[in-house]
């Protein structure tokens, strides 16, 4: 192989000259192929992209070039060279973000080291670290720069402070850190006393309250996510972020192992991540049916506010205030709105809600009310376009919620000025709608009995269209160009699952119209399609997950993590606080099983008054149920409270205890449950020892749960937080599966219940499987539900139980997969 | 009054842009020097003055082959940001275009906003940014709009300049976002972007042949 080659573009023949002599003084023999493309043909300051063409396929050995450019049109003159070289040189060329003589210097002598092209390229862009370390405090920062915008600054400023924890998550849903989780995380951090960061690679934290701040990190599945948190409650805040990260909001989780390897799940990443590459690509069905019917077009009518208008100096804080009140006008009326409906058009709301509330408006407006005068309609118009411009910038998921900002800027807008915020036109007959993209609040006041289909010019399959469409059973076509140029009452006919929108269909194509095809959200009870019963919980973490569990229609609780009432308390809590906190979850779910667990403290779930901080090494120390060696009292106290809220519901009370290792512990745990009046008693297999002996546990026992992410991390020796080790601690691993295999077949001669209460329950194939292995129930974030069910209720179990055969003979993760898949279809 | 524009009136829309040029290479300049580096006029006269030169040493034979050799001229001769977003411009006017002798009214529109979207693609600009974007996109909606309601070729050029003109009045005001303008922020406000000035030219010079 050959050094990569370097392309110097610079406006000054001059300054490049020098910068390339000062690089290749680094350098020992000569260095790579270098080149500088700099100024204009007639020896004028400027650049020339045949020059930077020329240069490019100049230096090219076959192994790629590294172009680093100075400013201004150099940047725009290198891309334009890049229309010149041939196609296939264009892939080997990197135009590299770098300051220049720094990334010219790195370059060359990552290069002359023989380093490969995308080597090279990144250590050119991280160039300027150096000094922004050693300068780092000092140089500050204008509070107008863009990255304040999306709460950096904040961040930053605090970052000299050590955090009181940290911890690390792979974010593990295929759509990543969208619009949609982001609210999520930014919708509980303010119930914790504490300033929570999130941060990926070398950028900036940001406020993990600000739902764009989250955005603009573009964290996709794989990425590895730093949380870190200041405050009294610094632990609980950063654990249960960790965890909603970690479990993928219930969404589907991309196969992380497959790096590089096309696998069934990354041609849905691709699917979902691909609509700002699609865009123009012609129109897309995201939701089934073939109607027709007469448009209705809806029209967004918002005039741009005055851009000349400046306040006088004493209204400018008024203004600032007034633009507030707006933002918090808006933000109530969409969570009004919310209230009023259900399932994802409430998330998708109480998202836009958070979009609203969210501090990067705040430091948008400021600097253009305070600095410039602009009226509070003029700021927010500008802001809008910053934060629009933020979202398309981040591409794919972000770009398509670019609707829902413009939504809030609209109604924040009409907020101001006293107007009637635009939206869906109040119709009695059926007609179609056509918008340039649909903002959720439109869709709020969308009757589905009387609009037949949606078609958008904008949008994706992953865009609020598409999912509330879905949602409403209506057929509907994204990415339609044109449509709002129809003129209202014109018949069309749609087809929500080819794209097809046909504009005054002749008698024969009317007569292909089928109508609307709903897809019900799945009902249980859980079964597969030949009537093997599958349980199908949901796993709580705390109170306020209850609803979403009950909306989901889950079957009752698989795993109730009792932490919440523990961590970031320096005391053990009461009985009867301890009673109270348990009753708001059992209530909740009335004659339906509730499986709770015992207080799993240690390793990173530490408390003041019940674990050590100085274990070498906490995850193998005394952790779970072993924090009864030394403190029995914590145990039993609980066991009574949940015995006693037990009495006050009608919930059927499972109770397990986690990180059982051996048939004494379980005796012991066991015991102490029954003495203390718990019916119905189990153990969690974490470690492959219970696992290997799970059939004389469940001599003493009711129950067993696997919990797979411990089990997978113990199984593989592998830290589950550890982006490098991802593969390793991966649910599909044959060893692991033959694992929960010995625990099912043990479940199925003892005829005792074996629960899978891990992520891996979430994934829909991974579930069937499981169910193959012999496992009964399986519980899961609650938006996980409806895709096992619907996945399960398709499958035999004998498929189930040949698709598990396949992934356990499996050499590897990816392969038991592969494997599982190709049975499963 | 002709209803296409034909190859040697492509050439003498190029003409009269140059002369334009010639004519305001000292107030394109000093433009500039209020916002920018003080290179927009000459930059500008350079390239045209190249363009012309070439033009004349090999006459086309179509319109993408014309506008390619005037795109590539630009390219390497204007040495400034407009050379990359003028020389986008006119490659993909001349792809749009293809290989035709004349252009009517809507094949013209269609061709420069093909050139319109080059730019926004190369420079990345959005409306207000004040950029060249300000007066070329207004001048295109407005000639799509009058080719639309069916106005003939003088007219819906007439149009776009017009448009052109307000796009770039309406500069004044706006607090540069792109190029080395975006470095004096508040203070690039109150004077017109030379982009778009020289936008706001290239318009005058294409309704002034298409009006001969």
């Known amino acids: 192989m050959s050094p990569v080659g370097v392309v110097a573009v610079s406006h000054s023949p001059a300054l490049a000259e020098a910068a390339i002599a000062l690089a290749l003084e680094m350098t020992s023999d000569g260095g790579p192929a270098i080149a500088a493309a700099a100024g204009t043909a007639d020896g004028g300051t400027g650049t020339d992209a045949a020059r930077i063409a020329a240069a490019i396929a100049e230096v090219d050995s076959g192994d790629g070039v590294v172009v680093i450019m100075d400013l201004g049109s150099a940047i725009m003159s290198a891309e334009l060279a890049l229309e010149f070289v041939d196609s296939g040189l264009v892939e080997r060329v990197r135009l590299v973000a770098a300051p220049f003589v720094e990334g010219l210097l790195a370059a060359v002598v990552r290069a002359a080291g023989g380093a490969a092209l995308d080597e090279v390229a990144e250590e050119a862009s991280g160039a300027l670290r150096p000094k922004l370390e050693h300068l780092g405090g000092q140089s500050g920062g204008r509070s107008d720069e863009p990255g304040a915008e999306n709460g950096a600054a904040d961040a930053q400023a605090n970052e000299p402070d050590v955090p009181d924890a940290e911890a690390q998550a792979t974010v593990r849903n295929v759509a990543g850190l969208h619009a949609r989780p982001a609210s999520v995380i930014a919708g509980i951090v303010p119930g914790f006393d504490a300033e929570v960061t999130l941060a990926v690679g070398d950028r900036p934290p940001v406020s993990a309250a600000s739902p764009i701040g989250i955005a603009t990190l573009a964290a996709g599945p794989g990425t590895l996510v730093r949380i870190a948190a200041r405050g009294l409650q610094a632990g609980a805040a950063v654990e249960e972020v960790r965890r909603l ?562 992934a356990t003979a499996a050499s590897d993760a990816h392969g038991a997969r592969e494997a599982a898949l190709a049975i499963l279809g | 009054m002709s209803t296409t524009l034909t190859l040697d009136g492509f050439v003498r829309w190029l003409e009269s842009f140059r002369a334009r040029i010639d004519e305001q290479t000292a107030y394109l300049t000093e433009l500039d020097s209020a916002i920018g580096d003080a290179d927009h006029g000459s930059n500008m006269a350079r390239g045209m003055a190249a363009v012309m030169t070439k033009v004349g040493e090999s006459p086309a034979a179509t319109a993408d082959e014309l506008f390619k050799t005037v795109g590539m001229t630009l390219v390497t001769s204007v040495g400034g940001a407009s050379g990359p977003l003028y020389g986008t411009f006119f490659l993909r006017v001349g792809m749009a275009a293809g290989p035709v002798s004349e252009c009517d009214a809507a094949a013209l529109a269609a061709a420069l906003r093909a050139g319109l979207e080059g730019v926004v693609a190369r420079g990345k600009a959005e409306a207000g940014d004040k950029t060249m974007f300000d007066a070329l996109s207004p001048a295109l909606d407005a000639m799509d709009a009058a080719v639309a309601a069916g106005a003939s070729l003088e007219e819906a050029t007439a149009a776009a300049r017009d448009a052109a003109a307000t796009g770039r009045d309406a500069t004044e005001p706006l607090v540069a976002r792109k190029g080395r303008a975006s470095y004096l922020g508040e203070r690039s406000a109150g004077h017109l972007d030379p982009g778009a000035t020289s936008t706001a030219l290239l318009f005058e010079a294409l309704a002034e042949v298409t009006a001969a």
């Not at chain 1, 633009?323 to 998708?348: F, K, L, M, P």
């Open chain 1, 245 to 806: 990260i970690e479990e993928g909001f219930g969404e589907e989780l991309a196969d992380l192992t497959a790096a590089g390897a096309p696998s069934a799940s990354e041609a849905t990443a691709t699917a979902a991540l691909a609509p700002a590459e699609r865009r123009g690509t012609g129109p897309l069905g995201v939701s089934a049916g073939r109607v027709i019917g007469p448009v209705v077009v809806l029209r967004r009518s918002v005039s741009e506010p005055d851009a000349a208008e400046r306040l006088p100096e004493d209204e400018l804080e008024a203004a600032l205030a007034e633009a507030a009140e707006a933002r918090e006008r808006v933000a109530v009326d969409y969570e009004a709105r919310a209230a009023s409906v259900s399932g994802e058009r409430r998330t998708v709301l109480e998202a836009t809600a958070a979009m609203a509330r969210d501090d990067a408006w705040a430091a948008g407006m400021e600097p253009r009310i305070r600095r410039s005068r602009l009226t509070p309609a003029r700021a927010t118009w500008e802001t809008a376009d910053d934060l629009a411009g933020q979202y398309r910038r981040a591409g794919g998921v972000f770009a398509e919620r670019v609707t829902d900002l413009l939504d809030v800027r609209n109604r924040v807008l009409a907020a101001i000025t006293g107007e009637q915020p635009p939206g869906v036109p109040e119709r009695r007959e059926p007609y179609i709608l056509v918008a340039d993209d649909l903002a959720p609040a439109d869709t709020v006041t969308l009757d589905p009995a009387i609009c037949l289909a949606i078609v958008t010019e904008q949008g994706g399959p992953t865009s609020h269209t598409a999912i509330i469409a879905r949602e409403l059973g209506l057929p509907a076509v994204v990415g339609r160009a044109n449509a709002t140029s129809l003129v209202d009452g014109t018949l069309v006919l749609v087809d929500g699952e080819t794209g097809e929108v046909l504009i005054d269909p002749d008698a024969t194509a009317q007569a292909t119209a089928t109508g609307v095809l709903t897809t019900p959200p799945f009902v249980g009870p859980g079964a597969t399609s030949d009537g093997h019963r599958v349980v199908l919980g949901s796993n709580v973490g705390a109170p306020r997950d209850v609803a979403r569990a009950v909306e989901r229609g889950a079957e009752g609780v698989g795993l109730f993590r009792t932490e919440f009432c523990f961590l970031d308390r320096d005391i053990e809590p009461s009985i009867p606080e301890q009673v109270a906190e348990y009753r708001q979850v059992f209530a909740a779910f009335p004659d339906q099983r509730v499986v709770v667990r015992t207080l799993d403290a240690g390793s990173d779930k530490p408390l003041p008054f019940l674990t050590a901080d100085d274990e070498p090494n906490p995850a193998l120390g005394v952790r779970g149920v072993r924090t009864a060696r030394r403190n029995p009292d914590v145990l039993e106290r609980q066991l009574a409270a949940i015995a006693e809220a037990a009495q006050h519901e009608t919930a059927e009370i499972w109770v397990m205890a986690p990180m059982i290792a051996t048939l004494a512990e379980t005796q012991e745990f066991a015991a102490r449950a029954r003495g203390a009046g718990i019916g119905t008693v189990g153990v969690m297999i974490e470690t492959p020892a219970a696992a290997l002996t799970a059939s004389e546990l469940m001599g003493v026992v009711d129950f067993v749960s696997i919990g797979t992410n411990d089990l997978a991390q113990y199984t593989l020796a592998a830290d589950r937080v550890l982006g490098d080790l991802a593969d390793l601690a991966d649910p599909w691993q044959p060893a692991l599966l033959r694992l929960i295999g010995l625990v099912g077949e043990a479940g199925s001669a003892t005829a005792t219940p074996v629960g899978v209460c891990g992520e891996a329950a979430a994934e829909p194939a991974l579930g069937a499987v499981l169910v193959g292995l012999g496992v009964t129930s399986l519980s899961m974030a609650a938006r996980a539900i409806t895709p096992v069910g619907r996945r399960l209720a398709e499958l035999s179990i004998d498929t189930c139980r040949s698709a598990a055969a396949a």
